[in-house]
């Protein structure tokens, strides 16, 4: 017998009370508090809101509860609804240290999604972020995300992402701009691997950057039974890697970087130069060389930053014949072009054009944490070749939207936009800026 159900699950992390409260260090661990900041407490005010009297950072952590409904929704994988519960770990100086986030979600592909997800910073120079997720029907996502600059003092930083997942919702129509609808076939893809990067400042704001990559790939039914499979409408020959495939390059680029954020940027720009090879002498199904050229702008309008013109060029090109489908560049999805779903557009060349007015209306307190709320035109432009050569401008698409987002800086964006394609019209919801 049954005693909880899915259903009842959701329901109980909703049902949960948003509130702040004050919880004993001890019973806590690490990386969602740390030790030793007295030092800092000498240097900094306790806030009001911890009790009279406290003296060291180390006796009570604030922990704020706050329930969430989930709604997610894209062309390749529907709508999923369900529920979490964010727990916010504060530091003494008020500032969000740890998120950790349990929640329960259904989509009518797969089925229910059992998810923990945390995000730690344990200090200001390095970040934890840690993904486990499972549904009862194809899906699956174990990931770790390390970020790290304490080494050579502070001036090396270093990324490590860390995976296993399955992913039931892939699309394939084809190579190439002009892929008709009617073509589309759905497959699930099921990869293990890492990245790993190192950055080294040059001068300025340019760094050096240096990137060793793993990924193991391969090909099984996925979760809509209603589009054909894609081993049913394509071969290896007009889809290199069908069959499964591994990836083992390394990368070189050359960065710009003067953005006032990581993740969140209000201002500044960003540019990256660079270059990848993977080789069948290291492990690879196929030599291969990958060019990517990306630039980002945040232009603020007012002193306040109000409004804030966004802009980004992506250039990819990955040339051969015997490249694998899922390593060539590819347009369509949340961070693309915004009127499609996600690999809608797949080839050898893809070129990018992303613009947007990010407007914030108002600026709204709930439990203790701000909200800045967002209204966003854009519009994106781009398409895919075999190369630069046989670009046509026929072949572009101009995708014209609107996007509306809830900000909690400097940590989260809940995100919903609409663009309008060829297809029809998409709609996506979920987490993080596209760009």
């Not at 600059?149 to 930083?157: A, I, P, Q, S, V």
């Not at 003067?258 to 209000?266: F, K, N, R």
């Not at 964006?413 to 029809?424: E, S």
Request: with cysteine; hydrophobic share 40%; proline share 6%.
């Amino acid at each position: 017998m049954r005693l909880i159900t899915p259903h009842l699950l959701i329901f109980l992390l909703l049902a949960l009370p948003g509130c702040t409260s004050l919880v004993p260090r001890e019973t806590l661990f690490y990386p969602v508090v740390t030790n030793g900041c007295e030092e800092d407490v000498k240097a900094a005010a306790v806030p009001a809101s911890f009790p009279a009297g406290t003296k060291e950072c180390a006796e009570k952590v604030k922990v704020v509860t706050l329930p969430l409904p989930v709604i997610a929704s894209s062309p390749n994988e529907g709508l999923t609804t369900g529920a979490l519960t964010a727990f916010l770990v504060h530091n003494h100086r008020d500032e969000v240290t740890s998120i950790i986030a349990p929640q329960i979600n259904y989509n009518p592909n797969f089925g229910t999604t059992y998810t923990l997800y945390g995000v730690f910073y344990p200090s200001h120079t390095r970040s934890v972020e840690v993904n486990l997720s499972w549904s009862t029907k194809v899906n699956e996502d174990y990931e770790a995300r390390i970020r790290d600059l304490t080494l050579l003092g502070g001036k090396l930083e270093t990324n490590l992402f860390i995976y296993h997942f399955t992913d039931g919702s892939n699309r394939f129509f084809g190579l190439g701009p002009g892929t008709a609808n009617s073509s589309e076939t759905n497959f699930a893809g099921v990869e293990d691997g890492f990245t790993y990067s190192a950055a080294y400042p040059l001068f300025g704001d340019f760094y050096l950057q240096l990137g060793e990559r793993l990924r193991k790939a391969r090909i099984k039914t996925g979760a809509f039974e209603d589009l054909p499979f894609i081993k049913d409408r394509f071969s290896e020959s007009s889809a290199p890697g069908l069959n499964g495939f591994t990836a083992h390059a390394q990368k070189i680029s050359l960065l710009y970087n003067s953005l006032d954020s990581v993740s969140m940027p209000l201002s500044g720009g960003y540019a990256r130069l660079s270059l990848e090879g993977s080789s069948a002498t290291l492990g690879s199904s196929a030599d291969y060389l990958h060019y990517e050229f990306e630039a980002k702008g945040f232009l603020p309008k007012d002193e306040e930053k109000r409004f804030i013109t966004a802009l980004r060029f992506l250039y990819s090109q990955v040339p051969g014949s015997a490249v694998p489908f899922m390593e060539r560049p590819s347009l369509g999805g949340e961070s693309t072009l915004r009127g499609y779903g996600r690999n809608r557009f797949i080839d050898s060349t893809a070129l990018i054009l992303n613009l947007e007015e990010r407007i914030r209306l108002f600026r709204w307190t709930v439990f203790d944490v701000n909200a800045d709320w967002e209204f966003a035109p854009f519009i994106d432009i781009g398409t895919v070749s075999s190369s630069l050569r046989t670009l046509r401008g026929d072949d572009f698409n101009f995708t014209p939207g609107f996007g509306l987002r809830a900000v909690v800086r400097p940590n989260i964006v809940g995100r919903l936009d609409a663009g309008w394609g060829k297809d029809g019209v998409a709609v996506f919801v979920g987490l993080g800026y596209p760009f």
